[in-house]
């Protein structure tokens, strides 16, 4: 993995988790931390990135109409 600051391969992973349970890392070489998530659309999300696109994907099969709803 490469820093998303500056692109460096110097990077560790960090023992503790976010709260979602996604890995930390942090640059030897210019000390920002992130993690495997940072660099997605979803960064800032409250919910796991694999439940909004499963959330996404439904809205898209479904018109979520009432006449739908029994599918």
Do not use: H
Request: proline residues 3%; contains cysteine; charged residues 30%.
């Amino acid at each position: 993995m490469e820093c998303m600051d500056c692109g460096s391969a110097e990077v560790i992973e960090r023992p503790d988790r976010t709260a979602q349970g996604y890995r930390r890392f942090r640059c030897r070489d210019c000390g920002k931390q992130f993690n495997e998530r940072s660099a997605g659309l979803l960064n800032r999300a409250q919910y796991p990135s694999d439940v909004v696109a499963l959330v996404v994907l439904w809205r898209l099969r479904y018109r979520l109409t009432l006449r739908d709803l029994s599918e």
